[in-house]
């Protein structure tokens, strides 16, 4: 007979009870008795495990809460069913998603309560493991909310203060940034108030001597504190920061600054927090935390400050009756000065030069402008004296940064002159540290900033350093390059003499181009061609390579196309801080970040001369790449990157119209680059043909090559291609693709192949004679479960064993899991076939002996259901990677929306099976949002394959849209949906189509499905309970309002947005009423962040729909009144709205609907005496009415209140 664990539960009852009940026996009986039920238990758990993870994971843990809610069996049982938990049940991935939210957070209030007072025998270790597991799982599947988890973390942390276990205070802290950062948006008074709570226990933690990963946590959390608190580095409560009590705030940021002050002093010699290394630089993550905490100091202009600190003893009681201690530290520019300055040109100035440069970097405005010029003469000074190459780097860094604020600042002309002496000072001494090969990719970039900002004149010395050709080419290099030419003027005539330090004048015609270009292109006349041609270095990006190859040959070389500026870095809290700002309004003023869009191509001349040297020169390349007959492969790269700068060339200059398609075609370059695709060809081929013992480097070097076709054959990919060009990128694309060999495609696609990578037989256990019905497998799960509405695999919830999963990624997502190399080559083979596929957007034909569609139509096969296992994590990411490289192309394409399909019904197979694990469905949506646009047509005839995909995606949202009214998805799920059905409504903002089936109820006719379009949903969500999706949905509600089109957004029909504005204040007025049963430190976070969505909601109506304009510009008055909205905040909603309608002042706005507001005002039923006068910018009662020429009965005395028709004021009691 068949074991299952309800026998075995049920039978563990009963020898339990027998246990307690028991009067008589020796104490090694009951004992024993007791370890034989723990023994039993493991033994179940772990047996079945092994044989597939198919347990009800929900009466396992069912049966532990009831072990651990009980006394007696706690102190029986509890630590090893804890054990159990956390070694068999916790680290896997399926239980996780089986898990309700009620039992997250059950089990959370148990093992809290638990480690506040550990029962005998526990293990804190294990405790504070658990602890760590329970809060990741809770707030990946569900969130967690709860003023008792903060009242927990306090709790713990200051009974942790003297623990000695370094493992439970790393959990401990750890679980808390998990929780922290999840809840951030939320609850901001909250989270301040913790830390301002326990930021003394943690400075105690940090000034014990803690292991560096602890110090990195308790660093986050720091970080995560200067983030909720000061968002973007603001200073005060006017400008966005907040603080539950400021006095205690600053208090502990003068102790966090002694810390770090302390530190940074201490750094270079044996650190404090190692025992024998030289720690000098120092990880970038506590640089940030040092340059926010010191930007807050800082900006107190004081040149010292008093900190005082309690002094932290292992004992508690001494340090109950220990004293205060009080202690003056330096601060100020001058003291950052003044250290770096006395460190010198050693290793020790380092830690300073790193703090400086982020100081800089991250608050460009927080210098004064009296402290530029000395921090800028101190810098130069060490430039030019040091000899070291690390400390020349971050000192090149440093005046990178400082470069920035310079550019910020409004100097005057006697100072300009000064700082403009000086910065050409600084541009002297970087040529020198080029040219001597220090810190190379630095000077070159300091070079750049200082031309882009115009800081220095510049001479001919950058020229001649450049002309030298010894100079690496790198990315600093060449942007470096892109910049002079965009800002200064070629010295033509400038050539470089074969005497060492000479450059003499010629008269032979454009000789600086021409050595300019031998340096891009690797050409030398010495022996070391040949080396330099073979060796891969770090090359720069390809198509900034070719732009400024081409730009040498035009004329005005100033009209390059390409944006040179570097990726800004978004801070890992920048998402949070926006929200802050927005919520606060202050983002505006905030933030000084700019969007930068390529610049348009600027019709432009050819200078014949040197772009016939140009194409000699690639010729003379390719011939040499075609004589080497190096089956290395280092040359197969070179002959692979020289194939994509050729083509990129050809492409550049048939859009400026420097040569014509026939002339590309008859060139010696188009014939070898035929001839060195076919070696390409065979160079993999080779690769591919070694033998099976050479397998690991055969992976290796094919992952290699893979890599570098990519260059090949990515067009229109990353940075878009300007308008002129696309024309001659999608024919020099297609020619590449025509030149491909059948064989090398072959060859990918076999690699592509997953099916023979990395698969395995189910693995078979030791104890493989055990009966299957020990297990509970959820064969039976009922199909109305399935809330997509398709035909789910009968055992679609039985994941199968694999011999991928292990059980140190059980709890990573499919998405996450480390494949193997193979599986990450076959991955790669496939972005190399979709790029292949997608190269060139206009081609729909077959081009060269291998077809476009055939090869898509085999890379979509691998998605069959015969084949495709919506289990396996290579499957699972094999599909993102064909989804998202395959689905580029024109919307009026019907292959694309037969691929569209094919790839949404694969969509639908991995969210059926995967609907509780939350990563996924927060990707499948992402994909969805991605696909939905190629769902749009601009012709009147909708094809079957279109109609068939749109059915498809909607029927994925219904599903997910039911999903999420029953609460069964966390925020980012739930954000993603957001974000999908908004895709949708830009397309149909009509509801001709975008809508799904949802049942409701009828008396006595039970339930009805009826067809509801999305508009009419959309605005449900501004209802929901996460305050950065009503942002979110705030920012997004003006696509009701208007259609977006290449002119610009145009306004819908006056009937749709009145419909529009109806339904959304009906769901705002909602979602504004903050719930009674929140305790006071919730409930003040649930006002401030619903009141922020709402005055969101209405000022982004207000900049898109001239229609609700008036009533909108009412409602936020009368919020005022109902809802108690400071002045000064509504202030800061008005400025940002008048600014966006271009209006010089917020009264000038209000003028514009002031009779408006005064007749609904009293229409409501509201006397004049109550209008809140000072948002009009009067000082009292009498002064706007004497202004603004209104009476006390309300009547105007200049001009006529327009009649309101078929307006209903009382819509707009809101609250």
């Given at each position: 007979m068949?074991?299952?664990?309800?026998?075995?539960?049920?039978?563990?009852?009963?020898?339990?009870?027998?246990?307690?009940?028991?009067?008589?026996?020796?104490?090694?009986?009951i004992?024993?008795?007791?370890?034989?039920?723990?023994?039993?238990?493991?033994?179940?758990?772990?047996?079945?495990?092994?044989?597939?993870e198919?347990?009800?994971?929900?009466?396992?843990?069912?049966?532990?809460?009831?072990?651990m809610?009980?006394d007696?069996?706690?102190?029986?049982?509890?630590?090893?069913?804890?054990?159990?938990?956390?070694?068999?049940?916790?680290?896997?991935?399926?239980?996780?998603c089986?898990?309700s939210?009620?039992?997250?957070?059950?089990?959370?209030?148990?093992?809290?309560?638990?480690?506040?007072?550990?029962?005998?025998?526990?293990?804190?270790?294990?405790?504070?493991?658990?602890?760590?597991v329970?809060?990741?799982?809770a707030?990946?599947?569900?969130?967690?909310?709860?003023?008792?988890?903060?009242?927990?973390?306090?709790?713990?942390?200051?009974?942790?203060?003297t623990?000695?276990?370094?493992?439970?205070?790393?959990?401990?802290?750890?679980?808390?940034?998990?929780?922290?950062?999840?809840?951030?948006?939320?609850?901001?008074?909250?989270?301040?108030?913790?830390?301002?709570?326990?930021?003394?226990?943690?400075?105690?933690?940090?000034?014990?001597?803690?292991?560096?990963?602890l110090?990195?946590?308790?660093?986050?959390?720091?970080?995560?504190?200067?983030?909720?608190?000061?968002?973007?580095?603001?200073?005060?409560?006017?400008h966005?920061?907040?603080?539950?009590?400021?006095?205690v705030?600053?208090s502990?940021?003068?102790?966090?600054?002694?810390?770090?002050?302390?530190?940074?002093?201490?750094?270079?010699?044996?650190?404090?927090?190692?025992?024998s290394?030289?720690?000098?630089?120092?990880?970038?993550?506590?640089?940030?935390?040092?340059?926010?905490?010191?930007?807050?100091?800082?900006?107190?202009?004081t040149i010292?400050?008093?900190?005082?600190?309690?002094?932290f003893?292992?004992?508690t009681?001494?340090?109950?009756?220990?004293?205060?201690?009080?202690?003056?530290?330096?601060?100020?520019?001058?003291?950052?000065?003044?250290?770096?300055?006395?460190?010198?040109?050693?290793r020790?100035?380092?830690?300073?030069l790193?703090?400086?440069?982020?100081?800089?970097?991250?608050?460009?405005?927080?210098?004064p402008?009296?402290?530029?010029?000395?921090?800028?003469?101190?810098?130069?000074?060490?430039?030019?004296?040091?000899?070291?190459?690390?400390?020349?780097?971050?000192?090149?860094?440093?005046?990178?940064s400082?470069?920035?604020?310079?550019s910020?600042?409004?100097?005057?002309?006697?100072?300009?002159?000064?700082?403009?002496?000086?910065?050409?000072?600084?541009?002297?001494?970087t040529?020198r540290?080029?040219?001597?090969?220090?810190?190379?990719?630095?000077?070159?970039?300091?070079?750049?900033?200082?031309?882009?900002?115009?800081?220095?004149?510049?001479?001919?010395e950058?020229?001649r350093?450049?002309?030298?050709?010894?100079?690496?080419?790198?990315?600093?290099?060449?942007c470096?390059l892109?910049?002079?030419?965009?800002?200064?003027?070629?010295?033509?005539?400038?050539?470089?003499?074969?005497?060492v330090?000479i450059?003499?004048e010629t008269?032979?015609?454009y000789?600086?181009?021409?050595?300019?270009?031998?340096?891009?292109?690797?050409?030398?006349?010495?022996?070391?061609?040949?080396e330099?041609?073979?060796?891969?270095?770090?090359?720069?990006?390809?198509?900034?390579?070719?732009?400024?190859?081409?730009?040498?040959?035009?004329?005005?070389?100033?009209?390059?196309?390409?944006?040179?500026?570097?990726?800004?870095?978004?801070?890992?809290?920048?998402?949070?801080?926006?929200?802050?700002?927005?919520?606060?309004?202050?983002?505006?003023?905030?933030?000084?970040?700019?969007?930068?869009?390529?610049?348009?191509?600027?019709?432009?001349?050819?200078?014949?001369?040197?772009?016939?040297?140009?194409?000699k020169?690639?010729?003379?390349?390719g011939k040499?790449?075609?004589e080497?007959?190096?089956?290395?492969?280092?040359?197969?790269?070179?002959v692979?990157?020289?194939?994509?700068?050729?083509?990129?060339?050809?492409?550049?200059?048939?859009?400026?119209?420097a040569?014509?398609?026939?002339?590309v075609?008859?060139?010696?370059?188009?014939?070898?680059?035929?001839?060195l695709?076919?070696?390409?060809?065979?160079g993999?081929?080779?690769?591919?043909?070694?033998?099976?013992?050479?397998?690991?480097?055969?992976?290796?070097?094919?992952?290699?090559?893979?890599?570098?076709?990519?260059?090949l054959?990515?067009?229109?990919?990353?940075q878009?291609?300007?308008?002129p060009?696309?024309?001659?990128?999608?024919?020099?694309?297609?020619?590449?693709?025509?030149?491909?060999?059948?064989?090398?495609?072959?060859?990918?696609?076999?690699?592509a192949?997953?099916?023979?990578v990395?698969r395995?037989?189910?693995?078979?256990?030791?104890?493989?004679?055990?009966?299957?019905?020990?297990?509970?497998?959820?064969?039976?799960?009922?199909?109305?479960?399935?809330?997509?509405?398709?035909?789910?695999?009968?055992?679609?919830?039985?994941s199968?064993?694999?011999?991928?999963?292990?059980q140190n990624?059980?709890?990573?997502?499919?998405?996450?899991?480390?494949?193997t190399?193979?599986?990450?080559l076959?991955?790669?083979?496939?972005?190399?076939?979709?790029?292949?596929?997608?190269?060139?957007?206009n081609?729909?034909q077959?081009?060269g002996?291998v077809?476009?569609?055939?090869?898509?139509?085999?890379?979509?096969?691998?998605?069959?259901?015969?084949?495709?296992?919506?289990?396996?994590?290579?499957?699972v990411?094999m599909?993102?990677v064909i989804?998202?490289?395959?689905?580029?192309?024109?919307?009026?394409?019907?292959?694309?929306?037969?691929?569209?399909?094919?790839?949404?019904?694969?969509?639908?197979?991995i969210?059926?099976?995967?609907?509780?694990?939350?990563?996924?469905?927060?990707?499948?949506?992402?994909?969805?949002?991605?696909i939905?646009?190629?769902?749009?047509?601009t012709?009147?005839e909708i094809?079957?394959?279109?109609?068939?995909?749109r059915?498809?995606?909607?029927?994925?949202?219904?599903?997910?849209w039911?999903?999420?009214?029953?609460?069964?998805?966390?925020?980012?799920?739930?954000?993603?949906?957001?974000?999908?059905?908004e895709?949708?409504?830009?397309?149909?903002?009509?509801?001709?189509?975008a809508?799904?089936?949802?049942?409701?109820?009828?008396?006595?006719?039970?339930?009805?499905a009826?067809?509801?379009?999305?508009?009419?949903?959309?605005?449900?969500?501004?209802?929901?309970?996460?305050h950065?999706?009503?942002?979110?949905?705030?920012?997004?509600?003006?696509?009701?309002?208007?259609?977006?089109?290449?002119?610009?957004?145009?306004?819908?029909?006056?009937?749709?947005?009145?419909?529009?504005?109806?339904?959304?204040?009906?769901?705002?007025?909602?979602?504004?009423?903050?719930p009674?049963?929140l305790?006071?430190?919730?409930?003040?976070?649930?006002?401030?962040?619903?009141?922020?969505?709402?005055l969101?909601?209405?000022?982004?109506i207000?900049?898109?729909?001239?229609?609700?304009?008036?009533?909108?510009?009412?409602?936020?008055?009368q919020c005022?009144?109902e809802?108690?909205?400071?002045?000064?905040?509504?202030?800061k909603?008005?400025?940002?709205?008048?600014s966006?309608?271009?209006?010089?002042?917020?009264?000038?706005f209000?003028?514009?609907?002031?009779g408006?507001?005064?007749?609904?005002w009293?229409?409501?039923g509201?006397?004049l005496?109550e209008?809140?006068y000072?948002?009009?910018?009067c000082?009292?009662?009498?002064?706007?009415?004497?202004?603004?020429?209104?009476?006390?009965?309300?009547?105007?005395?200049?001009?006529?209140?327009?009649?309101?028709?078929?307006?209903?004021?009382?819509?707009?009691?809101?609250?």
């Amino acid at each position: 007979m068949g074991l299952c664990f309800k026998c075995i539960r049920k039978y563990i009852c009963k020898e339990i009870e027998v246990i307690r009940k028991a009067k008589t026996g020796s104490v090694t009986t009951i004992n024993r008795r007791k370890q034989e039920i723990s023994t039993l238990f493991k033994w179940t758990i772990r047996v079945a495990n092994k044989r597939g993870e198919r347990l009800k994971c929900g009466e396992i843990v069912q049966h532990v809460t009831e072990i651990m809610d009980d006394d007696f069996t706690l102190e029986a049982f509890g630590v090893d069913y804890s054990n159990v938990l956390l070694k068999d049940i916790l680290k896997v991935r399926k239980y996780w998603c089986e898990l309700s939210a009620k039992t997250w957070h059950s089990l959370l209030t148990i093992y809290c309560g638990t480690m506040l007072e550990p029962p005998p025998r526990f293990n804190r270790d294990v405790l504070a493991q658990l602890i760590y597991v329970l809060v990741s799982g809770a707030t990946t599947q569900c969130g967690l909310q709860g003023r008792r988890f903060f009242s927990f973390f306090e709790k713990v942390l200051k009974q942790l203060r003297t623990e000695k276990s370094g493992l439970v205070l790393w959990n401990i802290i750890a679980a808390m940034n998990i929780f922290c950062r999840s809840v951030a948006v939320n609850a901001r008074r909250q989270l301040c108030k913790l830390g301002e709570d326990i930021l003394s226990t943690l400075l105690a933690l940090w000034s014990s001597r803690p292991s560096v990963p602890l110090k990195d946590e308790i660093a986050e959390f720091l970080r995560l504190q200067m983030s909720v608190h000061h968002p973007n580095g603001v200073i005060d409560e006017s400008h966005g920061a907040y603080a539950n009590d400021f006095d205690v705030w600053k208090s502990h940021l003068r102790k966090l600054y002694e810390a770090i002050y302390t530190d940074l002093q201490q750094r270079g010699g044996r650190s404090k927090f190692s025992s024998s290394a030289r720690e000098t630089e120092m990880k970038a993550s506590y640089v940030d935390l040092a340059a926010d905490v010191f930007h807050q100091i800082l900006a107190e202009k004081t040149i010292e400050i008093e900190v005082t600190q309690a002094v932290f003893t292992i004992s508690t009681q001494a340090m109950q009756g220990s004293r205060a201690k009080k202690r003056r530290i330096e601060s100020g520019w001058e003291m950052i000065r003044d250290a770096v300055t006395q460190l010198g040109q050693t290793r020790e100035c380092i830690p300073w030069l790193q703090l400086s440069s982020a100081l800089l970097r991250k608050h460009p405005r927080g210098i004064p402008s009296e402290e530029i010029q000395p921090f800028l003469s101190v810098l130069h000074q060490m430039l030019t004296e040091t000899k070291r190459t690390d400390v020349t780097r971050w000192l090149l860094k440093c005046l990178q940064s400082l470069a920035v604020c310079q550019s910020c600042q409004p100097d005057s002309q006697q100072t300009s002159e000064v700082s403009s002496a000086l910065w050409n000072k600084v541009w002297t001494a970087t040529l020198r540290t080029i040219s001597l090969h220090h810190a190379e990719a630095s000077g070159f970039d300091l070079i750049r900033i200082l031309k882009e900002k115009n800081l220095v004149t510049g001479d001919k010395e950058i020229w001649r350093l450049l002309l030298q050709g010894k100079c690496q080419l790198n990315q600093s290099a060449v942007c470096c390059l892109a910049t002079l030419l965009k800002h200064c003027p070629l010295p033509e005539n400038l050539q470089a003499s074969t005497a060492v330090g000479i450059a003499t004048e010629t008269n032979e015609r454009y000789p600086l181009r021409r050595n300019l270009l031998k340096w891009l292109l690797s050409m030398e006349d010495d022996t070391e061609v040949a080396e330099r041609t073979v060796k891969v270095v770090d090359r720069p990006d390809l198509d900034l390579l070719a732009q400024v190859v081409v730009t040498l040959t035009q004329r005005h070389t100033s009209t390059i196309a390409w944006n040179v500026h570097p990726q800004l870095e978004d801070s890992e809290y920048r998402e949070i801080e926006t929200i802050y700002l927005k919520s606060t309004f202050d983002f505006n003023a905030a933030s000084s970040r700019r969007e930068r869009t390529s610049e348009p191509v600027t019709p432009s001349t050819s200078v014949q001369t040197v772009l016939k040297f140009l194409i000699k020169s690639l010729e003379k390349l390719g011939k040499d790449l075609t004589e080497n007959t190096s089956t290395e492969v280092s040359h197969l790269q070179n002959v692979i990157h020289h194939c994509a700068l050729v083509s990129k060339v050809m492409a550049l200059l048939l859009g400026y119209k420097a040569v014509t398609k026939d002339e590309v075609m008859g060139s010696k370059l188009f014939e070898q680059l035929r001839v060195l695709f076919k070696r390409i060809s065979d160079g993999v081929r080779d690769i591919r043909g070694r033998r099976e013992t050479e397998l690991a480097n055969k992976s290796q070097n094919l992952s290699i090559i893979t890599k570098a076709l990519m260059e090949l054959y990515s067009w229109n990919r990353g940075q878009s291609v300007p308008l002129p060009m696309t024309d001659a990128v999608n024919w020099m694309a297609s020619n590449c693709r025509r030149f491909t060999q059948p064989d090398l495609i072959d060859g990918l696609l076999e690699t592509a192949n997953t099916k023979n990578v990395g698969r395995s037989s189910l693995s078979t256990t030791a104890f493989g004679d055990i009966d299957d019905d020990f297990m509970d497998v959820d064969l039976q799960e009922s199909r109305a479960e399935d809330d997509f509405d398709f035909d789910v695999p009968e055992d679609a919830t039985e994941s199968p064993d694999t011999s991928e999963t292990t059980q140190n990624t059980a709890c990573v997502s499919l998405l996450d899991i480390e494949l193997t190399e193979q599986q990450s080559l076959s991955l790669d083979s496939l972005r190399l076939l979709c790029a292949w596929c997608t190269g060139s957007s206009n081609d729909r034909q077959s081009s060269g002996q291998v077809s476009p569609s055939v090869v898509k139509k085999s890379v979509l096969k691998l998605l069959e259901e015969e084949v495709f296992d919506v289990y396996k994590p290579v499957d699972v990411q094999m599909f993102l990677v064909i989804s998202t490289g395959l689905l580029i192309g024109d919307s009026n394409d019907p292959e694309l929306h037969t691929q569209t399909e094919a790839i949404l019904h694969t969509l639908k197979d991995i969210v059926s099976a995967h609907r509780k694990d939350q990563e996924i469905c927060s990707a499948a949506l992402k994909l969805l949002s991605d696909i939905i646009p190629s769902l749009g047509s601009t012709q009147r005839e909708i094809s079957d394959e279109l109609e068939s995909a749109r059915s498809f995606a909607l029927r994925l949202v219904s599903g997910f849209w039911k999903l999420q009214r029953e609460g069964q998805y966390a925020s980012p799920v739930r954000l993603s949906l957001a974000k999908c059905m908004e895709e949708f409504i830009k397309l149909d903002l009509d509801g001709k189509w975008a809508f799904i089936t949802q049942a409701t109820k009828q008396r006595g006719d039970g339930d009805n499905a009826s067809d509801i379009a999305l508009t009419e949903l959309f605005p449900d969500l501004l209802m929901d309970k996460n305050h950065g999706i009503r942002m979110h949905m705030a920012e997004a509600i003006p696509c009701l309002f208007v259609k977006q089109s290449d002119s610009g957004p145009i306004p819908v029909s006056t009937d749709l947005q009145d419909r529009a504005f109806t339904q959304v204040v009906q769901r705002i007025q909602e979602a504004a009423t903050v719930p009674d049963r929140l305790q006071s430190e919730e409930h003040a976070d649930e006002w401030n962040n619903r009141a922020a969505s709402l005055l969101k909601t209405l000022s982004s109506i207000i900049c898109v729909s001239p229609v609700c304009q008036k009533r909108c510009v009412f409602a936020l008055i009368q919020c005022i009144k109902e809802n108690n909205i400071d002045i000064t905040v509504m202030n800061k909603v008005l400025q940002e709205i008048s600014s966006h309608l271009k209006y010089p002042t917020i009264q000038s706005f209000l003028e514009c609907h002031l009779g408006y507001i005064i007749s609904c005002w009293l229409e409501v039923g509201y006397s004049l005496e109550e209008i809140p006068y000072k948002i009009f910018g009067c000082e009292n009662r009498v002064a706007f009415f004497r202004y603004r020429k209104v009476d006390h009965s309300g009547i105007t005395v200049s001009g006529s209140v327009p009649q309101i028709t078929g307006f209903d004021c009382s819509l707009y009691c809101i609250f």
